[in-house]
Each structure stands twice: as structure tokens, then as C-alpha cells.
């Protein structure tokens, strides 16, 4: 049987009994209960960065840029550093006109910005060559340009094409395996695990509803369970302190 490059066996999605240990059965079940319930308590918060620029410029290359400077950077660093560049360029021609210096300076102090700078600047000029200055479509093409990993060609796929795919960062990783919905090690398994158990009708959703979250409840260290609207159905999975 082929693997496709996008890392899935043509025909039939990857799924392993060990990233379970609920059972799909019991984790399809569990998704359908809470995902209703988080989607109340991030009601009225900010969307993340990336959704935000998404919905405004309504711009494919804008969301994939954006979401390439959002990697390890805070969501407010992100939406700064985007401004700047796309004040500046803001189409695949214009940015692969810039020199890398220029880029980074835009774009600091997003992590990791030099290297940044060089994956925009190499992805906007492969756009323009390879594309027509369009951004693909698909998670398969969009992964062959430079700089472009599985979060950031799902986070484009839905949020700028509104196409089915689920977006798993930090963030969502660490909350369904904290929650027990799944046990993987890292998150292309939690994509791979959520894409056989997570109804479709949520997969678009998904990442932004666990994202804010993850940042307003369910935080990283010493999370806020004493509020959090799912600690009954939550293993906690990993957590040694919280409020």
C-alpha cells in the first residue's frame, strides 16, 4: 500500500489502537460531548492571530505567511509582525522581491525570524515559479513548499480555503492527550488519531476553539480546572498543579 507525501496511506487513514487507550468508539463519543461545551466557554474571545488575518484579507498568501510566522511566536507578536510585512508586500511577487534581511527586520522578533525571513522569501519565489503566484490548494502541495509543515498547510487549507482538514498545534496536541481523548507522542499522530475519531462538522473549528482554551482555561502550566466546563469527562492527563 503507497503513502501519499501528505503521510497518508492512499485510500485509507493511518489509525493506531495504542493512540486510544479509551477505545474510538468511546473517544468519537467523548469529542461530541465536549466540544460543545468549550466552544461555550471561548465565546466572545479573540480569535487567534492567523483566523483573524484569514477572515480579514480573505488572502490565501496572506494565511500562509501569517501562520509561518506564528510558529513558536506569541499570538500578539504574530499579529504585529504580520502588519508590518504585509504594510510593506504583501503578495507572493512583492515578498520574493525583498531580501531576507529586509524580511527579518519586518518580521522581528517572531522566533526564529532569520529563518523565517529566509522560508517566506524561498516559498513566495516558489509560488510565483511553480504556482502562478497562487497558493495551492491542497495539504500535498502546499507541503512541498519551503518552510510548510502539516500545521501551518492545514491551517491554510481550512482557514483560507475552508476545506476539510484539522490544524493540530501545541496546543491541541497537549489538550486532547491532557483530556485522554487520545495518547500520542507527538502532533502528527494527534492529527492522524483526531481525523478517525473528531466529526467532521468540527474539524475546520477545532483548532481555534483549542487554542483560545488552551489559553484562557486549559493553560500549560497549573490550567484553570476549577472553571474548566469539561473537568468531569478530563483525565488530566499530566497535570500536577492547577487552580
Same mark, same amino acid.
Given at each position: 500500500?503507497r503513502?501519499?507525501r501528505?503521510?497518508?496511506?492512499l485510500?485509507?487513514?493511518?489509525?493506531?489502537?495504542e493512540?486510544f487507550?479509551?477505545?474510538?468508539e468511546?473517544?468519537r463519543?467523548?469529542?461530541?460531548?465536549?466540544v460543545?461545551?468549550?466552544?461555550?466557554?471561548?465565546?466572545g474571545?479573540e480569535?487567534p492571530?492567523v483566523?483573524?488575518?484569514?477572515?480579514?484579507?480573505?488572502?490565501?498568501?496572506?494565511t500562509?505567511?501569517?501562520?509561518? *510566522?506564528?510558529? @513558536?511566536t506569541?499570538d500578539?507578536? /504574530?499579529?504585529?509582525a %504580520? !502588519?508590518?510585512l &504585509?504594510a510593506?508586500a504583501?503578495?507572493?511577487?512583492?515578498?520574493?522581491?525583498?531580501?531576507?534581511?529586509?524580511?527579518?527586520?519586518?518580521?522581528?522578533?517572531a522566533?526564529?525570524?532569520?529563518t523565517k525571513?529566509?522560508?517566506?522569501?524561498?516559498?513566495?519565489?516558489?509560488?510565483?515559479?511553480d504556482?502562478?503566484g497562487?497558493?495551492p490548494?491542497?495539504?500535498?502541495?502546499?507541503l512541498?513548499?519551503?518552510?510548510?509543515g502539516?500545521?501551518?498547510?492545514n491551517?491554510?487549507?481550512?482557514?483560507?480555503f475552508?476545506k476539510?482538514?484539522?490544524?493540530?498545534?501545541?496546543?491541541?496536541?497537549? *489538550?486532547?492527550? @491532557?483530556?485522554?481523548?487520545?495518547? /500520542?507522542?507527538?502532533? %502528527? !499522530?494527534?492529527e &492522524?488519531?483526531?481525523?478517525?475519531?473528531?466529526p467532521?462538522?468540527?474539524?475546520?473549528?477545532?483548532?481555534?476553539l483549542?487554542?483560545?482554551?488552551?489559553?484562557?482555561i486549559?493553560?500549560?502550566?497549573?490550567?484553570?480546572?476549577?472553571?474548566?466546563?469539561?473537568?468531569t469527562?478530563?483525565?488530566?492527563s499530566?497535570?500536577?498543579?492547577?487552580?
Amino acid at each position: 500500500m503507497r503513502v501519499s507525501r501528505g503521510g497518508w496511506f492512499l485510500g485509507k487513514q493511518i489509525s493506531k489502537p495504542e493512540w486510544f487507550p479509551i477505545g474510538e468508539e468511546r473517544a468519537r463519543r467523548l469529542l461530541l460531548c465536549i466540544v460543545p461545551r468549550v466552544k461555550r466557554a471561548v465565546m466572545g474571545e479573540e480569535d487567534p492571530s492567523v483566523t483573524s488575518i484569514a477572515r480579514k484579507s480573505r488572502s490565501p498568501f496572506k494565511t500562509l505567511v501569517s501562520t509561518v *510566522i506564528s510558529a @513558536r511566536t506569541k499570538d500578539e507578536v /504574530t499579529r504585529a509582525a %504580520s !502588519e508590518r510585512l &504585509f504594510a510593506v508586500a504583501g503578495t507572493p511577487e512583492e515578498i520574493a522581491r525583498l531580501n531576507e534581511t529586509t524580511l527579518a527586520r519586518l518580521i522581528f522578533p517572531a522566533g526564529f525570524y532569520k529563518t523565517k525571513a529566509r522560508a517566506i522569501r524561498a516559498l513566495s519565489r516558489a509560488i510565483v515559479a511553480d504556482y502562478n503566484g497562487r497558493v495551492p490548494t491542497t495539504i500535498d502541495e502546499l507541503l512541498r513548499l519551503p518552510g510548510v509543515g502539516r500545521k501551518t498547510a492545514n491551517l491554510v487549507v481550512t482557514q483560507a480555503f475552508r476545506k476539510p482538514g484539522i490544524c493540530v498545534d501545541t496546543h491541541v496536541h497537549r *489538550i486532547v492527550n @491532557r483530556i485522554g481523548v487520545v495518547g /500520542t507522542g507527538k502532533p %502528527s !499522530e494527534t492529527e &492522524f488519531a483526531l481525523r478517525n475519531v473528531l466529526p467532521r462538522k468540527h474539524w475546520i473549528e477545532i483548532n481555534d476553539l483549542l487554542v483560545t482554551f488552551g489559553k484562557v482555561i486549559c493553560t500549560p502550566i497549573s490550567p484553570r480546572c476549577s472553571v474548566c466546563p469539561i473537568k468531569t469527562d478530563c483525565t488530566q492527563s499530566g497535570v500536577t498543579r492547577s487552580r
